[in-house]
Every structure is written in C-alpha cells, then in structure tokens.
C-alpha cells in the first residue's frame, strides 16, 4: 500500500520528484544541494537554446552522460537534459521508478505521439518552486541512439513519455512555463521569484 502512495507521488512530477521529501537525511539532502548547483536555474539563457546534434560517439560523450547521470541521481530527478548543465548537445538521461532502467538518449526524434493527451503536474530541477499541470500526449514512439551509437526505438507512456517529452524540450529551450496557459505561468513565475528570492538572502 505504502509503494502504491509513493508511486502516486512521484507520478506527478516532471524530472523532479517530490522537492522536500520529509524522508530526506541530511547526507543525501546535503549532496541534492551539492548537485543543483551543478544545474543551471530559471533565467539562465542556455535554458533558452536550442541543443545541437551529437556527432561522436566517443570516450567524451560517454563521460557526459555518466556524469549527466550521477547529477540526476545525487538531484533525485527521474529525468535530466544536458542543456540543463550548459552543454548544449541533444542528449538526455532518465529513470523512471525505483526499479527503472538508466536510460540515456542521444539526439532524440519524436517519431510518433498518441491522439490520447493527459494533464498532470510535472516540476523541473531547472524550475525551483514550481509544479505545474502540463497536458501531454500519454503515448510517444522516440528514436534515438544509446551513448554508443546503437539506435533505439522507445515506446513508452504515462509517467515514462512525460518525462522524455519534458526532456526533449529542454533540447529545444522550451520549459514547463512554455506549455501552460498564461493565467497559470503568472501564479507559477511568482512562486518562482520567491523561491530564487529566498536562495539568494
Ligand atoms: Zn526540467
């Protein structure tokens, strides 16, 4: 029962999950801090940019991803977008769930996305504060590579599709605050300032 409430919880959100976890102990919240000041924050321009394709397969892009994946773990997001630590190329890391696979795709196409759409909230390490109802297709077919060049095909829906969508965003400078109405960006923005207000005193 336990593991169905958590599961809800982290469905909600977008490559953040639950920001102040009750259950945190000052070890790991001490190294989530450490890993967000890794991750570039709202009003940074490279959050605005488009990414550009990756070309080598290499040693270097190897590295990028793993370390794209330490900072997302050591963060406690489910998602994480190279753009989002200012390396502007199209690769994106994810792991949705406990038992989830680490995924790491490399200049992601959406090939195909449902008719079905679904609203649900979604946060962003990007993003302090916020959370935000984000309507999205609930099913996409992605391809991409892996960080070694092999070609994937992923087909994927609920929380794993929301997560890879709002990533793939992010490769093209387009934030959660780019996909709701204005009356809502408005409430978000200054929920926003607050919280970059209250990190800067
Ligand atoms: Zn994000």
Redesign the pocket.
């Given at each position: 029962m336990a593991e169905e409430v958590e599961e809800h919880v982290e469905e909600q959100f977008?490559?953040e999950v639950e920001p102040e976890r009750p259950a945190l102990d000052p070890e790991t919240a001490a190294r989530r801090a450490a890993a967000l000041t890794q991750v570039r924050q709202f009003g940074d321009p490279v959050l605005k940019a488009k990414a550009v394709p990756v070309e080598r397969f290499d040693d270097q892009l190897r590295a990028e991803v793993a370390r794209m994946a330490g900072i997302m773990g050591d963060a406690i997001g489910v998602g994480l977008a190279a753009t989002?630590l200012g390396v502007m190329h199209r690769v994106l890391v994810y792991k949705v769930g406990e038992d989830g696979l680490l995924a790491a795709l490399v200049n992601p196409e959406l090939e195909w996305a449902g008719d079905d759409l679904e609203e649900a909230e979604e946060g962003?390490?990007?993003l302090p504060g916020v959370h935000v109802d984000v309507e999205r297709p609930v099913r996409v077919r992605v391809r991409a590579r892996d960080e070694h060049g092999d070609k994937l095909v992923i087909e994927a829906s609920g929380l794993e599709a929301r997560v890879i969508q709002?990533e793939m965003d992010?490769l093209d400078g387009v934030l959660?605050l780019d996909r709701i109405p204005r009356s809502a960006r408005k409430e978000a923005m200054r929920e926003l300032r607050e919280m970059l207000d209250a990190r800067a005193a």
């Open positions: 977008g490559d989002q962003c390490l990007s709002h992010h959660i």
